[in-house]
């Protein structure tokens, strides 16, 4: 059997992991020839690709980024699936004599794999996104790594902060969902987790971070990079993207911080963590979550069960139909916001 991996979208920590596992238990245990695709879709359109073996993997798993690397074309023209173009597609299927494909990507790529599966392309997906928002797998790798980063982040910017009076604002990412706002504020024991899902006034913020003040405290507030924050007029400002769809951050902490100074009168610094947040080494967690992944997606391919998607489960690697996975948003659900909103403050 030939299989074709790829990668698609931002890139998340244990992405190597995923693929050394799945080349291992492919190629050492299945038999399997595997070839991986150079910087996602781009390989496969202009014919960049690489052997995948025990040699090409070997020591990956610790390193941050992906050997393969990784980007946002997409595999149709103008991103399409019209039916012309998912014909070319399966000609240079053929062309490269690929029995499947194992793609490894977050909401945007699981989606593409589902298109193929759908038009008897046979494909598996391995998820991943450091935002942890897919549908179909409890966790995500590279959600724990850049939990981790912020939460670090966090207790460095406690420092400066208490040591000059200020609230200190930290922007991480999360476009859609609120996860990593939400674990790395709880893990920091900051005083305001700001996420998408939620959009909160400038009045209530100011208010927590008085009473903050009034404790005889500097606040530490989480933004995710697509918070909502609302006006008392009515109006909301949203962050996380340019207006044409791609990504903007930076821009929801930069209103926000100068917003709290002027209604609190306390120095207000913001902070913007950006693609730190994604880099570098992946935690242990992250290495074991991606091998698991890579080895079930390397079994489900050799079991011929296309289609499907290597979801977390508790504590199970269980393959779901893409179908359950993609289109499905996993944001952070009221229950866990309350949770902690109580206590801001
Ligand atoms: O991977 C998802 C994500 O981390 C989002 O939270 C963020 O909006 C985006 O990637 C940033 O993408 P890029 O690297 O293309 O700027």
Redesign the pocket.
Known sequence: MRIGVLCS??D?PGMNAAIRGAVLRGVEVHGFEMLGFMDGWRGFHEGDAVPLDRSAVRGISPLGGVILGTSRVPPFPGGRAEPEALDRLRSRVAEYGLDGFLLIG?NGTQTVAKILADAGIPAIGLPK???NDLGGTDYTFGFDTAVSIAAEAIDRLRTTGESHRRCMVLEV???NAGWIALHAGMAGGAQAMLIPEHPESIEQIAEWVLSVRDRGRSSLVVVA?GFTLEGSDGEVTRG?DDGFGR?RLGGIAEVLAPLIEERTGIETRATVLG?VQ?GGSPTAFDRVLATRTGLAAADAAHEGRWGTMAGLHGDRIEMVPLAEAVGRLKTVPPERYEEVRLNFG
């Open positions: 979208g931002g998340s977050g996104t450091i935002d990412m999360g476009r990079e996380g990504p693609h994604r």
